[in-house]
């Protein structure tokens, strides 16, 4: 009976050593493969950023100085500061993936580009919600769908759209925002779906 325990417990050790093992051979590889990526993509020449998906906000219509507020004023502020930058929506890329694709040296341009799209989809969510507490919903809608045009991936900003939505019987609204919500390419894209699945 010892021996047969004894026996049943080596045989225990020795699967779980061959688990553990066979993980770190599996992390090493990962490790391996990575470190391989970064020395490929830290080699990459830069490449022309001419043609990337810019955020033009030069055409847009929203609602300037309709209100006196001083919240709605900063988040206006904010807004035409930066219709002088250059805004990008790189989400769901990592910096290895950006230097791959576009060089190395262009990483720094890269990485304030998407800081450019990520304060505006910010703004915007913030704007919209105020302009909403405000009563001001016509604003708020213009204001919250430029953000879903774009590419934001705020959940809040699907919440209350879907809302406005909803409180108007606008069910073409709630489809496009559906779909616009399945082009999202980050990792909040399955929330969203899922809060829009059950509208």
């Known amino acids: 009976m010892i021996f047969r325990t004894f026996g049943a417990f080596l045989i225990f050790l020795g699967l779980v050593s061959m688990c553990i093992r066979r993980t770190r051979r599996r992390e090493k590889s990962e490790i391996d493969s990575f470190w391989k990526q970064e020395d490929r993509a830290n080699l990459t020449q830069p490449q022309d950023l001419s043609k990337l998906d810019y955020v033009d906000l030069s055409g847009v219509t929203l609602p300037f100085s309709k209100f006196q507020d001083a919240q709605l004023n900063d988040y206006e502020q904010q807004i035409l500061s930066l219709r002088k930058e250059k805004i990008v929506n790189l989400g769901g890329l990592s ?12 990483l720094g341009l890269l990485s304030r580009y998407d800081q450019n799209f990520i ?9 919209g919600h105020r302009l909403y507490e405000l009563s001001h919903t016509q604003e708020a809608t213009t204001v919250l769908e430029l953000a879903v045009s774009v590419g934001s991936d705020i959940k809040a900003t699907y919440e209350l759209l879907l809302k406005i939505y909803q409180e108007s019987g606008n069910t073409s609204g709630i489809e496009d925002l559906k779909h616009s919500a399945e082009k999202i390419t980050t990792i909040r894209k399955d929330s969203i779906l899922a809060m829009l699945g059950n509208a």
Do not use: C, I
């Open 95 to 106: 910096n290895t993936d950006l230097k791959l694709q576009y060089g190395a040296a262009n």
């Open 119 to 127: 304060l505006l989809v910010r703004t915007l969510n913030q704007w």
